[in-house]
């Protein structure tokens, strides 16, 4: 979840900005490292765009392929 959550606030701006964004305080985010949560797992994948496992088991998104799947490219 660290990976996810320091991805997710890069595209946003900060850590600050993907609190507010999250409805959270600054310092939740923080905590990410001792302690996890699952509904702050379930905020960062609607921020980030992805998948709630993607979130919780670090896996990378491929460019280009399905979030849901991980097809890559049009129909066949």
Same mark, same amino acid.
């Given at each position: ?5 320091? +991805? ?13 964004? #999250? ?6 985010? +923080?905590?990410?490292? @001792? ?20 979130? #919780?088991?670090?896996?990378? @998104? ?5 979030? #849901? ?8």
């Amino acid at each position: 979840m660290r990976a996810a959550e320091r +991805n997710i606030s890069r595209a946003y701006g900060g850590r600050d900005v993907l609190a507010s964004v #999250l409805g959270v305080a600054p310092g939740t985010l +923080n905590k990410i490292r @001792h302690e996890s949560s699952y509904a702050i797992a379930v905020l960062l994948a609607r921020a980030g765009g992805i998948p709630v496992e993607q979130v #919780l088991t670090g896996r990378p @998104h491929v460019a280009g392929s399905c979030a #849901l799947c991980g097809r890559k490219g049009g129909a066949s």
